[in-house]
C-alpha cells in the first residue's frame, strides 16, 4: 500500500529573542532566561521534512509524525506502528550565536558555566499527547475550527497532539543559574486531517505562541506559524507561564480538563493552519 507522513516540527528560533546587553554587569533574571533561549535557539526548518535525518539533527523542541496508507478502494487510514511523539531537546548553550563580541571579564556567571556544557538535553513529554483516530483527541483545540470550516459530517484521520516542554535539567538550570521565578511552562502543537465526503481531505493544525512550528505533509510544507516574540522584561507573559519556582514542579497534578490551550501554566493558541489536502494526498498516494 502507498503511504505518506504528517508531520509537526516545533523549535525555538533566534528571531524574536532580544540580544541581551553584556556591558551589564549584573542581569535582571529576565534578561538571563532570553540569553539562554537565545543561545539554545534551532536552526530554522528547510526543505522537506524527513524524519529520520530531522530526529538525527536532535535540533527540534518538539516533534509529531505519523504515516498514513491507502488502501487499494483509495480509503486512507493510519498506519499501525508509524506514530511518533517526541519532546525534543535542549541543545548545548552556544556563545557563538549571540552575535556580539566580548570579554571573558564581561561573561556572566551563567555565559561562563553554561558554555562548558556540550550535552543535547531530553524534553518532557506531558502524559496527556497522544496520537488518535477515528475521534479527536479529548483535549484538542480544533473541535470548533473544523466544524467552521469542514461542517459537521467529517471522518478523523488522524488527530496528533504534542504536550511538552524543556526537561528538568534546562528547568534547573533556568532557576539556580539564571535565577528565573518561574519553571519552564507547557508548550504545544496539534494538527488533524479529516475526510470531508468522501476522498476529500482538509488538514487542521494549532499549537501554541511559542515556540515556532511548521507542519508538513508528504514532506511538503503546508503550514508555518512564527513564535512570539520574548520581550525579556518584566510583564512579559511568555516568561511568567510556568509554575513559581517555589512549587515542587513533580507535585502538581498532572491532570487538566478541556482544550490544551486553556490548560494551567501551558501557553495560549497561536494562528489557525487550514489546508485544502486533496490533490496533496491524491498525487502523493
Known amino acids: 500500500m502507498a503511504s505518506i507522513e504528517i508531520a509537526c516540527v516545533s523549535w525555538i528560533d533566534i528571531e524574536n529573542i532580544p540580544q541581551p546587553a553584556f556591558y551589564k554587569p549584573i542581569f535582571d533574571w529576565e534578561s538571563a532566561v532570553a540569553l539562554g533561549l537565545r543561545a539554545t535557539s534551532n536552526?530554522?526548518?528547510?526543505?522537506?521534512?524527513?524524519r529520520a535525518s530531522t530526529i538525527a539533527k536532535k535540533h527540534?523542541?518538539?516533534?509529531?509524525?505519523?504515516?498514513?496508507?491507502?488502501?487499494?478502494?483509495?480509503?486512507?487510514?493510519?498506519?499501525?506502528?508509524?506514530d511518533l511523539s517526541d519532546p525534543g531537546y535542549t541543545p548545548p548553550f552556544d556563545a557563538q550565536i549571540l552575535g556580539v563580541n566580548y570579554s571573558v571579564e564581561k561573561?556572566?556567571?551563567?555565559?561562563?558555566?553554561?558554555?562548558t556544557d556540550k550535552e543535547f538535553h531530553e524534553g518532557e513529554k506531558h502524559q496527556q499527547s497522544s496520537i488518535v483516530s477515528g475521534k479527536l483527541h479529548r483535549h484538542?483545540?480544533?473541535?470548533?475550527?473544523?466544524?467552521?470550516?469542514?461542517?459537521?459530517?467529517?471522518?478523523?484521520?488522524?488527530?496528533?497532539?504534542?504536550?511538552?516542554?524543556?526537561?528538568?535539567?534546562?528547568?534547573?538550570?533556568?532557576?539556580?543559574?539564571?535565577?528565573?521565578?518561574?519553571?519552564?511552562?507547557?508548550?504545544?502543537?496539534?494538527?488533524?486531517?479529516?475526510?470531508?465526503?468522501?476522498?476529500?481531505?482538509?488538514?487542521?493544525?494549532?499549537?501554541?505562541?511559542?515556540?515556532?512550528?511548521?507542519?508538513?505533509?508528504?514532506?511538503?510544507?503546508?503550514?508555518?506559524?512564527?513564535?512570539?516574540?520574548?520581550?525579556a522584561s518584566p510583564g512579559d507573559p511568555m516568561l511568567?507561564?510556568?509554575?513559581?519556582?517555589?512549587?515542587?514542579?513533580?507535585?502538581v497534578s498532572s491532570q487538566c480538563d478541556g482544550p490544551v490551550g486553556k490548560h494551567p501554566n501551558a501557553l495560549a493558541p497561536g494562528e489557525l493552519i487550514v489546508f485544502n489536502a486533496t490533490s496533496?494526498?491524491?498525487s502523493a498516494m
Request: net charge positive; glycine share 10%; charged share 20%.
Open 140 to 231: 484538542s483545540v480544533l473541535a470548533d475550527d473544523i466544524h467552521r470550516h469542514g461542517g459537521n459530517d467529517f471522518r478523523v484521520i488522524v488527530n496528533a497532539l504534542l504536550k511538552f516542554r524543556a526537561g528538568r535539567y534546562t528547568d534547573e538550570v533556568g532557576i539556580e543559574k539564571a535565577g528565573s521565578k518561574f519553571h519552564v511552562p507547557w508548550v504545544w502543537h496539534e494538527f488533524a486531517l479529516v475526510e470531508l465526503g468522501k476522498y476529500n481531505y482538509k488538514f487542521f493544525g494549532r499549537a501554541s505562541r511559542f515556540p515556532s512550528h511548521k507542519w508538513y505533509i508528504a514532506g511538503q510544507e503546508v503550514g508555518y506559524v512564527p513564535q512570539m516574540a520574548v520581550l
Open 43 to 50: 536552526p530554522r526548518p528547510t526543505g522537506p521534512f524527513v
Open 107 to 115: 561573561m556572566t556567571a551563567l555565559v561562563a558555566w553554561l558554555t
Open 60 to 82: 527540534y523542541r518538539g516533534l509529531s509524525a505519523s504515516r498514513l496508507v491507502k488502501t487499494a478502494e483509495g480509503a486512507v487510514f493510519r498506519e499501525v506502528g508509524g
Open 240 to 251: 511568567r507561564a510556568g509554575l513559581p519556582k517555589d512549587v515542587p514542579i513533580e507535585l
Open 280 to 282: 496533496l494526498i491524491r
